[in-house]
Each structure stands twice: as C-alpha cells, then as structure tokens.
C-alpha cells in the first residue's frame, strides 16, 4: 500500500510540473499612454463674509445669497463652510466662509463687479470641474489601452511574431490632477475689493487652462 501511495503522488507531482511547463508561455511587456484636455464647465468659490456682530453677518449673507441668485447661482450650489467669531478683536467681527457654483452660462464679469462688497473679505477659486469628466477618465484608459496592444503589434511584427491574448492588464497610478486650480486666475480673484472694478480683468471660463488628463497602462501580451 505504502508503495502503491509513493507511485500515485509520484504521478502527481509529475502531472502538476507538466501544467506548469505547459501554462509558462513567452510573453511581451509594453505600457501604452494617453492624454487628454478637458474644458471645464464649472468652478467652484470659496468666499468669506464679515460682519461687526451676528445681525450684520447674518444681513451680508442674507445680501450675498442675493446676489448670487440674481447672477442665476441656484440655493442649492451655495455651501456652508465654516464660520468663525474673533473674540481677541475689540470690534469682536463674526465671518464666515461659504462655497459657490458657477457655470458656463454665468456672466462672470457682472458677478465679480456686484461681489465688489466691503463686507466680502476674499474669494478664491476652491475647484474647477467638467460634469462628464468620468466618461472622458474612461475614454483616455481605453485609447492607452489601445496604444499599449499597438506598441506590443509593431515590436513584435519587427521580430516577425504576433501578439496573442493578453495576460495582464495593470493601471498605473498616475497623480495628474483633473481639479487644476490655475495659478493666474487665482491670482486675478485673490483680492476682490481691488481687482473686481477693473473693467479689463477677464473672469470668463475662456481665462482658464483646460483640466487635462494622463494615465497608463502596463499590459503584457502572448507571444505567437
């Protein structure tokens, strides 16, 4: 019986190193990569209110809400952020920091000039967005997916082999940002109060980079 054991693992151990050698196939290893650049088609603000006490802070808001619906930001694109009091200040000033979107169809320049308030302490760019930038993630993946499978044809035609399946298809990590906050337009709204009367500063979507997007793919493919 011990025999008849020792031969049946035997043939086992046989079998199992036979399926390795059989599944080891040649393979090519290749990254492909592509870019794209998006528009974006809204911006986020961050923009803080002052006021001498609560009543004030709450009259300025109450104003700024005005403001921005009557420059088409609708209730519900209007965050709160956080709120503060300075109680080492003899005038003791309350503030507080909101968030706001805008779109394309917003007329920037007329939003700026009516935020030209003495109780508005700064605004800043917070984001800038594009709605469908999820299908536009996916169809840069898939084009470098398609140029890692084009990478791995022509090297391999140059040797005169084919590419088969493929065996592996890994994501690169790539730390492109798809939220760019450019460094000239932040620039332009750092200090509202100064620079929002200026009637050569230009505020429209036009002024901003366009968000652009960056990733790889490393794949390996069978060798025919």
Known sequence: MKLRHFLLIGLFLIGGLINAQETKK????????????VEPDEILFNIGI???????LADNEKQLFEILKNNGVKNEDIKFKSMYQN????????????QFKVTKKTDMGNLFEN?????ITNIN?????NTKIADYRKTVKINALKAAKEK???LLESMAKRTGNPLEIVEIEDYT???????????K?????????????DYSFENIDNIKLKYSIKTKYEIL
């Open 26 to 37: 040649n393979f090519i290893e290749v990254t492909g990569v592509a870019e794209m650049e």
């Open 152 to 154: 791995a044809d022509y």
């Open 115 to 119: 935020l030209n308030q003495k109780w």
């Open 189 to 201: 709204t750092a200090n509202i109060q100064l620079e929002a009367a200026d009637a050569n500063v």
């Open 87 to 98: 109680i080492y200040s003899k005038t003791k000033i309350f503030t507080k920091n909101l």
């Open 50 to 56: 002052k006021g001498d006490n609560k009543n004030q």
């Open 177 to 187: 940002s798809d939220m760019i906050m450019p460094m000239n337009f932040r620039a």
């Open 125 to 129: 760019i917070d984001e800038i967005r």
